[in-house]
């Protein structure tokens, strides 16, 4: 059974766009929602991660938004660029838990 | 400092045969995982080490076995390799004490059975 679930799958948007992934969750345990991001031949890299105290979290380009009574999350890149193509993974974990839960990513394309 | 690293980059096994891909970490990290990537699936746990000597399953065990015998490895062994093990693997390693859980990635092994 799927922890975290994330759509879309595969995501194209042109430069200058706003790119959009979201997630949802059931455990209302969870409370550490990190994203990572990927790119080709290479290991997952933590991006920008929000607890549930705050309801948005920004990091230059990259927002995370977080709707707690719908337990659902989401990742905004604004003005997306060429070199934001990468896979993004969505994740939950809880305060003190050994491992993450991860959604099952999200292949993002910005084309120029 | 050199982060973690995988050995090695990309595998071919036939059905039936065994090998250990090893994960290194130089970031004196307590915490180590094995996920496999698939596509569709996202990144399943398969094993991981909270310390030296200690090891636990996780979300898809079945087939692997590990061994932390040192703090800055973990080992993932495949003894009888099967095509649904095709997949590339990660290890990650975390630090203890943290109270939310950043995990730190290799580049991951490619591996291939036929």
């Known amino acids: 059974q799927q922890q975290v679930k994330q759509s879309p799958q595969s995501l194209i948007v042109q430069k200058g766009g706003i790119s959009i992934i979201n997630c949802a969750y059931e455990?209302?345990?969870?409370?550490?929602f990190p994203w990572y991001q990927q790119f080709p031949g290479k290991g997952p890299a933590l991006l920008i991660a929000?607890?549930?105290?705050?309801s948005e979290k920004k990091e230059g380009r990259f927002t995370i938004s977080f709707n707690k009574s719908a337990k659902q999350f989401s990742l905004h890149i604004m003005d997306s660029q060429p070199g934001d193509s990468a896979t993004y993974f969505c994740?939950?974990?809880?305060?003190?838990?050994?491992?993450?839960?991860f959604g099952t990513g999200t292949r993002l394309t910005v084309i120029p | 400092n050199a982060g973690v690293t995988q050995t090695p980059k990309f595998r071919v096994l036939k059905t039936g045969q065994s090998m250990t891909l090893l994960c290194a970490q130089d970031?004196?990290?307590?915490?180590m995982y094995w996920y496999r990537q698939d596509p569709g699936m996202g990144l399943r746990l398969i094993h991981y080490?909270?310390?030296?000597?200690?090891?636990a399953k996780g979300e898809v065990p079945d087939g692997y076995n590990v061994s932390r015998l040192k703090k800055q490895n973990f080992l993932l062994g495949l003894e009888s390799a099967a095509p649904s093990q095709t997949s590339v693997y990660f290890c990650?390693?975390?630090?203890?004490?943290?109270?939310?859980?950043?995990?730190?990635f290799g580049p991951g092994t490619r591996l291939t059975v036929l």
């Open positions: 990650a390693s975390r630090i203890l004490g943290q109270v939310y859980n950043e995990q730190f």
């Open positions: 455990n209302t345990a969870f409370d550490y």
């Open positions: 929000i607890r549930p105290d705050v």
């Open positions: 994740a939950a974990s809880r305060a003190g838990a050994n491992n993450l839960f």
């Open positions: 970031m004196n990290h307590e915490y």
């Open positions: 080490s909270v310390g030296e000597g200690t090891t």
